[in-house]
């Protein structure tokens, strides 16, 4: 079973940064599609940003630019930093991995585990 273990997150106002941290222990994070997934009060889970096992990384247009993906294989963590939040950015923040070897990572596809979730709230 693999574990994801979220953390950071918290409220800001616009403008403003937040970084987001997710462990994956005991993976080979290069044998993964690993990416972030957010679902604001009353609408459905999209996808944020993804890797592959082989680094390359898709972001959703609306963050691309502002949002940073990056990965620690040492670590086993990835972290995406978030800049310039506006109040759409707001929303449960959820990490997830699917355990296969993509070209390219997909914002909309499935991914099988998922983290506990870390909430985002961007105040104007």
């Known amino acids: 079973q693999v574990q994801l273990v979220e953390s950071g997150g918290g409220s800001v106002q616009a403008g403003g940064s937040l970084r987001l941290s997710c462990e994956v222990p005991r993976i080979n994070m290069r044998r993964y599609d690993i990416g972030w997934f957010r679902q604001a009060p009353g609408k459905g889970r999209e996808g944020v940003s993804c890797i592959t096992g082989n680094g390359w990384i898709n972001y959703k247009e609306s963050v691309r630019g502002r949002f940073t993906f990056s990965r620690d294989t040492s670590k086993n ?10 109040p759409e950015d707001s929303g449960v923040y959820y990490c997830v991995a699917a355990n296969r070897e993509s070209a390219q990572c997909t914002l909309r596809g499935r991914y099988d585990y998922w983290g506990q979730g870390t ?6």
Do not use: I, Y
């Not at 909430?119 to 104007?124: D, I, P, R």
């Open 77 to 86: 963590t990835v972290t995406l930093q978030m800049n310039s939040l506006n």
């Open 119 to 124: 909430q985002v709230t961007v105040s104007s």
